[in-house]
């Protein structure tokens, strides 16, 4: 039977926040502990990260320890799962190399996430070609461990099937079965696929200033918690309002669960009857809020909890990162001598090309 291999990760530009959390690192979490995979590899993706960054090293390189610290304090566990540096992996640039002329410059410009991320930076025709190519390198990533799941945000289905594309193309053209088509894992809660930002904005960043991150003290939560965007048109407790793009209810079904009423909100059986509460009128933003705090905070504490213990051990932490990268290294490896092996460019590791070529040029092969 086939292994079962998880890739994914996050671009270090910053803390991760809770949109992260229900986006992918609770599934993460949650597969890692299944016992269902053969191997699971998460990625500090900063080489990525490097490709609208490249002006900032130091904004990527200062974030390393910060998504590992966020990691491990979410629940990854190094015993079952290899966190990696992308950096230090060299196989995974020279299989992107390879990969560039699998691909044209018309379908990297029909990728629907990199028109959307295009759009956002405004890079007009200053577009950095490392940028450009990102879907090149993430299929570079996951090809590089055989991965076979990828747990992703809806976003990323453009570029997961870019690499399905790459994959195919390759096997076709080399006549070989050397790399693997992978599935993605799509959050199964539909609020979960893109958390907006607590001002109901539809991205969550730190240049906004409206995420709400994992190492944020309680009062930082919940100050964010109580200042976020509801129904500007809900003025009184009595007035009807909308749940429809009201932030406070997106997160709600997020992150809510039965037996957080029985504990926060008894006058509730669940969240449909809040709602339904809050539709009709009689419900004010403030309880609501403050019920979202309450779940915010029983979520958040373990993780601040253990991160708290980690900050005390940073060697312990880069040991985590030394060791996955290393191991990760070696997986990857393997993969790229199979690469170049269907490629038939491992000259000095095939000896029949050698035989070959003394036979060609001593008129063995017939020419003299």
Known sequence: MAEKIILTGDRPTGRLHIGHYVGSLRRRVELQNSGGFDEIYIMIADAQALTDNFD????????????????????????????????????????????????????????????????MRGFGESIPVGFFTYPISQAADITAFKATTVPAGEDQQPMIEQTREIVRKFNSVYHTETLVEPEILLPQNEACMRLPGTDGREKMSK????????????????????????????????????????????????????????????????????????????????????????????????????????????????????KGTEAAEKKAAGTLEEVKRAMRINYFEDTEWLETQIRKFSGQDGRA
């Open 56 to 119: 900032d090293p130091d904004k990527v390189r200062e974030n390393i320890m910060e998504v590992a610290l966020d990691y491990l304090s979410a629940g990854i566990d190094p015993e079952k799962t290899h966190i990696l540096i992308q950096s230090q992996i060299p196989e995974l640039t020279e299989l992107t190399f390879y990969y560039s002329d699998l691909v044209t410059v018309s379908r990297l410009q029909r990728n629907p996430t990199v028109k959307t991320e295009l759009g």
């Open 207 to 322: 240049s906004l200033g409206n995420g709400i991150y994992l190492s944020d003290p309680a009062e930082e939560v919940k100050k964010k918690v109580m200042s976020m965007f509801t129904d500007p048109d809900h003025l009184r407790v009595e007035d009807p309002g909308k749940i429809e793009g009201n932030t406070v209810f997106t997160y709600l079904d997020a992150f809510a669960r039965a037996e957080h009423f029985a504990e926060y909100a008894p006058d509730y059986t669940d969240l449909e009857e809040m709602k339904a509460h809050y539709r009709k009128g009689g419900l004010g933003d403030v309880k609501v809020k403050k019920f979202l705090n309450n779940v915010l905070q029983e979520t958040l504490e373990p993780i601040r909890s253990r991160r708290a213990r980690f900050e005390k051990d940073i060697p312990y932490v880069y040991e985590v990162l030394k």
